[in-house]
């Protein structure tokens, strides 16, 4: 801990041991952008997030009432010596909100508030204050789709099984409707209907009280029919508590097959009713200036010439342009908060501190370069410059090499991944991080470990051989572009963000005509349950059962924490949660087993592998790396060797995959593909969340999926990868209604030399 004095200027850290760092002690400047840097593992989250984040959150949250304490989001307790002054910390992470239909750019921004407030003091003719406006609100939205802009209405054929009685098994085709549901037994315990009567026999009366009925009060219920219940016919039901409500889109598998989806006619999309969409200001009504481009939006809110609207054209102009400023300017206010990439959604949390005035807070960013193109990281330096300016400290956990450049501070993780890890290596400027001989010093300074990608590197380019595929694509900023997507090769999709790349990809996956061909990696979650873990997901975890109980002549189960070789003490979680009412509930190390999870009799039994012993816990606990060492020469080492050759070796095989990144799930992915031979695939920015070094083995990956014989299409910002393509398909110029044009395609040597490129310059 050096080179700042201790003083309230600076955040002071002591025996940090979160996760894989080794006793932690480090010193951070106050009023400073300082990037933490590292390969993928290094500990930068852990230190960054895990700690300093989550020591701020908690301490925060005990300055509530306890009783205000049960609501607010629960954050680890860290495990650190001690953090002293330590800032109220804001952390701006790549988490989108919570899918929500009725959450839009306009509501998550507040500025959607604002606009309402503006057409209710100067739109003509008045029709309500400002949350009549509102389509969330029942003055204001669209009676028939209540305003979600799109109809989703019922085929009640799909829902009904109209030759059954309400006595017959499934004839209600929706969660907790088959006989003896919750949601059966208000129909079944009216006394309204014959139970054995099939529902085609229904008279008409029967019938419209069955599917239409309001809610009613019944008169003489049964005995068995809730006091305070009221009666509600089948389809007001379905519409109130499930199609228009957060259910309908938790269960949409099960339900959309019943619905006629699309834009709701009698709205237009726009979700506000007739009466509201007649107040104008300037022509326009408020779901037309909802719907402009926030570029186009700024400018006509600065030409209301109404002395009502001064205040607010200041306070709605700000915000516009905040969001113009780190380049979403191409968003429109009604854009759907669930279809922003984690970038966006991760520039407009930005967007809403930069005019804060709020000053001495704790900024934590956590990679704000990835999915933007190079002209957009320059908007983002800006924008993190004026959070530092406005008098805070700004913290990023970062990779990009141009976001690096904007240090004051520096601090550098490493030596290596995971159990390798969880050191500073080095700490100090940009310039002497070029100096130091740490892996990320080496590649920042190395210029040519960037440009190494030739074709000398690698295969020769082929993309302009005969075999091709041609399609028209339109979807969003697409209309009618045709495209040629040459196979068996390596090619980029390139673009700034917003410019239709994925919609490209995604018209792509509906024209070709064999669909099983193609694999889509994206970044998401890769569908598996909370107990998951690279031991499992490669499928090595029962061969290594197996071992155990061929071993000692055992079976299986007694060597699984799930079954019969858990902890009877903490019943195979390795803790024992302690509930302390609305406090904090208390997680300990059950003293049982000592949080290895197996009860003692499992834990006696040891296999060997040359030199060494290791009992079951030992060995799930071991990394792929050391695991692949264990068992060398076996077919337990030939299932780990793809996540060895994706660079994730540093990976326990008892790790939840709830832990990994998104990059390292999508490294997963592409390791349980290798070897597959004739496949298209279309890998969703694959550098996102790598270090330079990682970089560059997932393009020598990628070539070998290519030599392999697959074709593979990347949608990528980065510039080495782009340089390393055998050929690349550029969308622009710009983003929304400005992009969804193709304005390049060629090799990366062709690019570099295109006037048109707006990529070109950064190559």
């Known amino acids: 801990m050096n080179g700042h004095k201790m003083t309230n200027d600076c955040i002071i850290i002591r025996g940090a041991r979160e996760n894989n760092l080794k006793d932690v002690s480090l010193i951070i400047p106050k009023h400073q952008i300082t990037v933490f840097t590292g390969v993928s593992g290094s500990g930068k989250s852990s230190l960054v997030m895990d700690t ?111 030759d059954k009685s309400l006595n017959d098994e499934d004839t209600i085709h929706y969660i907790a409707f088959g006989k003896g549901g919750w949601r059966w037994i208000r129909y079944a315990h009216s006394g309204l209907f014959d139970l054995d009567k099939k529902i085609r026999d229904y008279t008409p009366e029967e019938l419209d009280l069955f599917l239409n009925s309001p809610q009613i009060k019944l008169k003489n219920p049964p005995a068995n029919w809730p006091k305070t219940a009221k009666y509600e016919g ?82 709605i102009g700000a915000r516009l342009t905040a969001l113009e400023e780190i380049g979403l300017g191409y968003l429109s206010l009604d854009r759907a908060v669930g279809t922003l990439s984690g970038g966006e959604a991760q520039r407009c949390k930005i967007a809403k501190y930069i005019n804060s005035s709020l000053s001495d807070v704790l900024y934590i960013l956590d990679e704000p370069s990835v999915g933007l193109h190079p002209r957009d990281i320059e908007l983002m330096k800006h924008s993190v410059r004026r959070l530092r300016d406005a008098g805070n400290t700004v913290l990023l956990v970062e990779h990009h090499r141009e976001m690096i450049r904007i240090a004051d501070h520096i601090v550098d993780m490493g030596p290596g991944p995971g159990i390798d890890g969880g050191h500073i290596v080095f700490q100090g400027t940009y310039e002497a991080l070029l100096k130091s001989g740490t892996a990320t010093g080496n590649c920042l300074k190395d210029a040519l470990s960037s440009r190494q990608m030739d074709s000398s590197s690698f295969l020769t380019r082929r993309a302009e051989g005969e075999s091709a595929f041609s399609f028209t694509a339109s979807l969003h900023n697409l209309h009618e572009v045709s495209v040629r997507l040459p196979m068996n090769c390596f090619a980029v999709v390139a673009g700034v963000a917003g410019s239709g790349k994925s919609s490209l990809m995604e018209c ?16 998401k979650n890769i569908g598996v349950s909370l107990r998951s873990t690279p031991g499992t997901y490669m499928d090595v975890a029962s061969d290594i059962r197996k071992r155990f109980a061929k071993a000692h002549h055992l079976k299986e189960a007694y060597f699984t ?17 302690s509930e302390m009412a ?29 030199d060494k012993e290791a009992n079951i816990a030992q060995v799930f606990d071991l990394s792929v790396r050391l695991a692949s060492e264990f068992f060398r020469g076996t077919s337990i080492e030939e299932k780990l060797r793809p996540l060895m050759r994706v660079g994730l070796g540093y990976l326990h095989l008892n790790q939840a995959l709830s832990t990994l990144s998104g990059g390292e799930l999508q490294r997963l992915k592409m390791a349980s593909y290798l070897g597959e031979r004739g496949k298209i695939f279309i890998i969703d920015e ?17 070539r070998e999926l290519v030599e392999e014989g697959n074709t593979i299409y990347v949608i990528e910002h980065h510039t080495d990868v782009i340089r390393a393509a055998d050929y690349v398909i550029e969308l622009g110029p710009g983003a929304g209604e400005n992009g969804g044009q193709i304005i390049f395609t060629g090799t990366p040597e062709e690019m570099a030399h295109s006037s048109m490129s707006v990529t070109a310059p950064y190559l």
């Open 686 to 702: 694959p550098t996102d969340g790598l270090h330079l070094r990682d970089v560059h083995r997932i393009i020598g990956l990628i």
């Open 508 to 523: 792509f996956r509906r024209a070709y005509p064999k669909p099983e061909d193609v694999v889509y990696i994206s970044q």
């Open 561 to 577: 924490f799930n079954g019969a070789g858990a902890c009877p003490v903490c019943g195979g979680k390795g803790v024992v949660i």
């Open 234 to 315: 089948l389809i007001p039901r379905m519409y109130r508590s499930i199609i228009n409500s957060e259910e309908g889109l938790l269960h949409a598998s099960v339900l959309n097959p019943m619905l006629r989806m699309g834009t709701c006619p009698d709205c237009g999309g726009s979700r506000v009713c007739e009466r509201i969409r007649s107040c104008r200001i300037e022509g326009l009504n408020i779901a037309e200036v909802r719907a402009m481009s926030i570029t186009r939006l700024n400018g006509w809110i600065q030409s209301i010439a109404s002395p009502l609207a001064v205040d607010l054209k200041d306070a």
């Open 582 to 610: 609305f406090m904090d509930n208390i997680e300990t190390v059950c003293e049982a087993c000592g949080g290895l999870r197996f009860n003692k009799e499992a834990l006696e039994y040891k296999i060997k592998s040359g």
């Open 52 to 162: 300093i984040a989550a020591k701020s959150r908690r301490e925060l949250n005990d300055t509530f009432p306890t009783f205000v304490q049960q609501y607010l989001p629960k954050y680890g307790r860290p495990h650190v010596d001690a953090i002293e002054n330590l800032p109220i910390a804001i952390v701006i992470d790549q988490k989108k909100p919570a899918q929500n239909s009725r959450s839009t750019v306009g509501t998550y921004t507040d500025i959607y508030a604002l606009l309402r407030l503006l057409f209710s003091r100067v739109g003509k003719p008045f029709v309500g204050y400002a949350e009549s406006f509102s389509f969330n609100h029942p003055e204001g939205s669209c009676p028939r789709c209540s305003g979600l802009g799109e109809i989703r209405e019922l085929d009640i054929h799909k829902l009904v099984d109209f």
